[in-house]
């Protein structure tokens, strides 16, 4: 069974800063994984999405990198700001109808 | 193009009821998921439905049914109401059922069972 862990759970951070959030999976037979930011009370917002063939996506200040082979995957968010503040979860697919879900990084960025 | 809707945004139910939540799939997307994300967790996969049909299931009991309307919009409901149900209920929608679709996500309903 597919397992998805989030390392932290929480993280504060001044400002500025640039900062790593980390994603692990148990099984790498994937087909794509994808990150979201999530506001509380909110839905989900995706930030981008990395298909099993590629190693990374970029979006602005936002880079996910992807490993499959050892069941990782980073997000790397550069010059942090007070709206960056939320929660983000890492997902993956593993079937045509069903995303695996880790529980996510809740990041505030402190002014 | 609208996004995809969440009607009620908020619910209060006491244990033992039914309920009904609803969701309305971005244009032109034929296959909505439901998801349950307790207090804390990720969400968990509930189930998709595709054209009408259901098409896969997480590990949620029978009381925990589902529809999909000709409109591609679509019900979750849920009977015998426990205390450990109340939850943000998600649905997304997607154009297609492929490995590589993007799922796109409604604000959920936060249903409160007491």
């Known amino acids: 069974k597919q397992e998805v862990t989030q390392i932290p759970a929480a993280l504060s951070v001044p400002e500025g800063e640039n900062l790593v959030l980390n994603c692990s999976f148990t099984?790498?037979?994937?087909?794509?994984l994808q990150w979201f930011r999530q506001d509380p009370g909110k839905g989900l917002t995706s930030l981008l999405l990395i298909q099993s063939s590629q190693r990374e996506q970029t979006s602005g200040r936002l880079n996910a990198s992807l490993d499959k082979s050892s069941g990782r995957s980073t997000l790397y968010i550069a010059a942090s700001q007070p709206g960056d503040s939320a929660t983000y979860l890492c997902a993956v697919k593993t079937g045509a109808n069903n995303l695996f879900f880790g529980t996510g990084t809740r990041l505030t960025v402190i002014p | 193009e609208t996004g995809v809707t969440q009607s009620p945004t908020h619910l209060i139910k006491t244990r033992g009821q039914q309920v009904t939540l609803r969701c309305s799939s971005q244009s032109g997307h034929n296959t909505v998921s439901w998801y349950q994300q307790a207090l804390g967790q990720g969400p968990q996969f509930i189930f998709q439905?595709?054209?009408?049909?259901?098409?896969g299931r997480g590990n949620f009991p029978p009381r925990f049914s589902g529809l999909q309307f000709p409109n591609y919009s679509s019900e979750l409901n849920v009977n015998a109401l426990e205390l450990d149900d109340s939850a943000l209920y998600l649905c997304?929608?997607?154009?297609?059922?492929?490995?590589?679709?993007?799922?796109?996500f409604g604000p959920g309903t936060r249903l409160t069972v007491l």
């Open positions: 997304a929608s997607s154009l297609v059922v492929t490995t590589t679709d993007t799922q796109y």
């Open positions: 099984d790498s037979a994937i087909y794509n």
């Open positions: 439905y595709y054209r009408e049909e259901e098409n």
